[in-house]
């Protein structure tokens, strides 16, 4: 067992975080406030392989493993703490790689170059004005009709919905298939019989949350994911991946947050001594950090992990591949919220301003314990069947 990076992960590493330091961290309060995320740093990201990372470079991508990618979206989430970059940065990662490994040929070669230069967004849409959990219950139809699909139905707090609009590109799509199964389809946001709404959340405000209605919505055949009928399992591997990255994320979150909890407890006095120097703050610290170093291995392992089997195609470690990624995605963003909680105590009145600016991750992380890329307890459900068995999942 070998823990340590290697060289070339390490540069990377060291290159993301730099990008944090001069490109993110400068605009992420714009980021928040003007509700997108500049077209300069898009431009940077690109410039540096950060978009769409796993997906091979003869569809615009740099080919890398979930472990670089997993470490970039660390870096990423600590850089910009509102959390709206990093939800760019692994919606391209996760479903770019959906796409490159399931798509058609065509798709793959008209898609995926722009996503990977910053010029085109891809996301993913299942959730349903019904619920996003019970995807097996979703409502949203296609069949086939000639050489297209059609589409009917509605989806609701789909991530990219206006900069699909306004980039250009779309989300794959979940629809139940007139086969009984089920349909996974690229589908461009500019395509006739699609409207969109935009939903007003409270967090993570660069990047867009909306909905998508589709009525007689054609889409080319050539979008289709793997075969007809048998798009579940395409969209199941692409939450694997992406909520491995969305726990990175959430890692990086809260190590910003206790690094700038802990400049602040070494100098800030009371009682004439600084506040780290109280246990009460003291062990508080070392807890949270002890957390945070145990979920950062698990979601290395997670991507090791995928790197081992899942982006191989293989499938003979599910089990063992499902149960550290939903166990990651448990903890992690948790683990964050708490951190970034507790530093704003430590900051007594300043942590609840603006201006110290741990409310930004504060209102992003918690769209990762509402619901984004799967809730909590769908998480437990999740291990719960892989350490029972699945005449133990409490639903039909
Ligand atoms: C900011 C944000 C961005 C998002 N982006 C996207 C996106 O890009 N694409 C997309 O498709 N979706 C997106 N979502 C939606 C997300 O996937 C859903 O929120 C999630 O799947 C949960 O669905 P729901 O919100 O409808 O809650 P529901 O499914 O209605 O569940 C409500 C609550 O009940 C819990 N629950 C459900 N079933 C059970 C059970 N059997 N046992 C115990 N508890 C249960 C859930 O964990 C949740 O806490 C986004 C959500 C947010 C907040």
Not at 128 to 137: F, I, V
Request: aromatic content about 10%; proline content about 3%; glycine content about 12%.
């Amino acid at each position: 067992m070998d823990f340590r990076l290697s060289d070339e992960e390490e540069a990377f590493q060291a290159a993301v975080r730099r990008f944090g330091d001069k490109v993110l961290r400068p605009h992420e309060r714009e980021i928040d406030t003007e509700g997108r995320i500049p077209a300069e740093v898009l431009r940077a990201m690109a410039d540096l392989g950060l978009l769409a990372m796993p997906v091979p470079a003869e569809y615009g991508g740099m080919g890398a493993s979930a472990v670089l990618t997993e470490l970039a979206a660390e870096e990423i989430g600590r850089g910009d703490f509102s959390m709206a970059t990093a939800v760019f940065f692994l919606l391209e990662a996760g479903w770019g790689y959906v796409l490159s490994r399931h798509g058609t040929e065509e798709a793959k070669r008209e898609v995926l170059p722009p996503v990977c230069a910053g010029q085109a967004f891809l996301g993913v849409a299942t959730t349903e004005p019904t619920g996003g959990s019970d995807l097996a219950n979703l409502r949203t139809r296609s069949h086939r009709d000639g050489g297209a699909f059609v589409l009917h139905g509605e989806k609701a707090f789909v991530s990219g919905v206006e900069e699909a609009k306004t980039l250009g590109g779309g989300h794959l799509t979940l629809a139940k298939s007139a086969t009984g199964g089920f349909d996974l389809l690229y589908v461009p946001t500019r395509t006739d019989g699609i409207s969109t709404q935009r939903f007003h959340n409270m967090g993570r405000m660069g990047i867009s949350t909306g909905g998508l209605t589709y009525q007689d919505a054609r889409v080319p055949a050539k979008y289709l994911l793997g075969t007809e009928g048998h798009g579940f399992g395409c969209a199941m591997e692409g939450f694997t991946v992406a909520r491995t990255f969305v726990s990175a994320a959430c890692i990086g979150a809260a190590e910003r947050a206790l690094e700038t909890g802990m400049a602040y407890i070494r100098e800030r006095k009371a009682f004439g001594q600084p506040l780290g120097k109280f246990e009460g703050i003291q062990f508080e610290l070392v807890d949270l950090w002890t957390q945070v170093e145990a979920v950062k291995w698990q979601c290395r392992r997670a991507a090791w992990l995928l790197d081992s089997y899942t982006l191989k195609g293989d499938d003979s470690h599910r089990s063992e591949v499902d149960r550290a990624v939903a166990s990651v995605k448990l903890t992690a963003p948790p683990v964050a919220f708490e951190c970034v909680k507790r530093v704003m105590m430590w900051f007594g009145a300043a942590g609840y301003t603006k201006d110290v600016g741990l409310e930004l991750g504060f209102r992003g992380i918690m769209s990762y314990l509402v619901g984004a890329e799967g809730g909590l307890n769908i998480m437990r459900i999740i291990l719960g069947r892989e350490l029972l068995g699945k005449e133990f999942v409490p639903y039909k």
